[in-house]
């Protein structure tokens, strides 16, 4: 019998012991894993299945604070859904996160919420949120850079002069912001005569040549014979859709008969016939179908800092907030206008 038996004090009772006690937590182990793998599943299947129906404010704030995602998934959640345009619920994320924060996060959180009310119109909101980040550091320059933007949205360009001084002490170059919030403070102020604001304009443009868009078009608008005689012929490419859409009665044909582009842009539209020609193929086509056909010249407005293309024009970019970066694209189009006018000719 013995020998079928192992008696406990045997040292091979001991290993075989031990092997059990192996195989068994081993066992365990992998139940337990499998176990809690499941259970995760769960969870992210609940979550996944609460951003498919776009979770209530009062789920999300009882999501932030049960702490089931971390602070940054959050945040790149509140991100996605500012960039889908729904800023709502971007702050609200932003706000419930605020509440649950320990400190190590809160100048983050406070400019990304500052930046999502700016981009919601929300502007009184982002004024005060931008000003208590610089209170507690003042030198944060996206903060000062955003406040800029703000104080520029609401018409407070003193205030926003104010703010150009902290960002040239951290060696941000602000020449050019003076002078565009120089020439917009001087547009929105109603009393000043039209006559001394494109004096003040053009002093403003020929101390570096810049905005040249924002300035001449107001001039060409307010005052063309003023904007001829400061108009800098290398800068007519610049000015397309303004010198195209120019009335031919206020037309300097001494200055464009002194300018190649213009030439060109003048004999594309049908005004004189001094050229056959041009380098530009909008201009080129249109010179040589000398009216035969219905087609004009139409623009877009594409930014030279993002690349983003408008409908319109703009001083300072709405996508990447730039000032001065438009360049005016062509485009051959038919003519409705022409069409329209003949069509309404011909009933007379
Ligand atoms: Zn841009």
């Not at 006559?195 to 040549?209: N, S």
Request: net charge negative; charged share 30%; proline share 2%.
């Amino acid at each position: 019998m013995s020998t079928f038996f192992i008696e406990f004090r045997d040292p091979l009772f001991g290993i075989i012991i031990f092997f059990i006690l192996v195989f068994m937590i081993s066992i365990s182990s992998y139940w337990w894993t499998k176990y809690s793998n499941k259970e995760k599943n769960k969870s992210l299947d609940k979550f996944l299945k609460d951003l498919k129906q776009t979770p209530s404010v009062a789920e999300m704030q009882n999501l932030i604070s049960k702490g089931s995602l971390s602070i940054k998934s959050w945040m790149l959640l509140a991100s996605l859904y500012a960039k889908n345009g729904d800023f709502e619920k971007s702050i609200e994320i932003y706000n419930e996160l605020l509440k649950v924060d320990d400190g190590n996060n809160t100048r983050e959180l406070m400019f990304l919420l500052g930046r999502t009310y700016f981009k919601a119109g929300f502007l009184e909101r982002a004024k005060q949120i931008f000003l208590n980040i610089l209170k507690n550091n003042p030198r944060t320059p996206e903060a000062l850079k955003y406040l800029l933007l703000v104080y520029e949205y609401m018409r407070d360009f003193d205030s926003a002069f104010e703010v150009l001084e902290p960002l040239d002490e951290l060696e941000h170059d602000i020449e050019l912001d003076a002078h565009y919030l120089r020439a917009m403070k001087l547009l929105s102020d109603h009393t000043i005569q039209d006559d001394a604001k494109v004096e003040q304009l053009i002093e403003i443009y020929k101390k570096d040549g810049d905005l040249t868009y924002l300035i001449f078009e107001y001039i060409f608008r307010t005052d063309p014979q003023f904007a001829w005689k400061n108009f800098d012929g290398c800068k007519g490419e610049k000015l397309i859709d303004i010198l195209w859409s120019l009335d031919a009665s206020k037309l300097d044909l001494d200055i464009i008969s002194k300018n190649s582009f213009l030439k060109e842009l003048y004999t594309a539209r049908g005004d004189i016939k001094e050229v056959t020609k041009s380098t530009i193929f909008e201009l080129d086509v249109l010179i040589n179908l000398e009216k035969r056909a219905n087609a004009t010249l139409s623009f877009e407005y594409i930014c030279d800092g993002c690349k983003q293309v408008f409908p319109f024009s703009f001083s300072r970019c709405s996508s990447c907030h730039a000032i001065d970066t438009v360049r005016v694209d062509l485009l051959l189009v038919k003519d409705h206008y022409k069409n329209d006018f003949e069509e309404n000719n011909s009933f007379q």
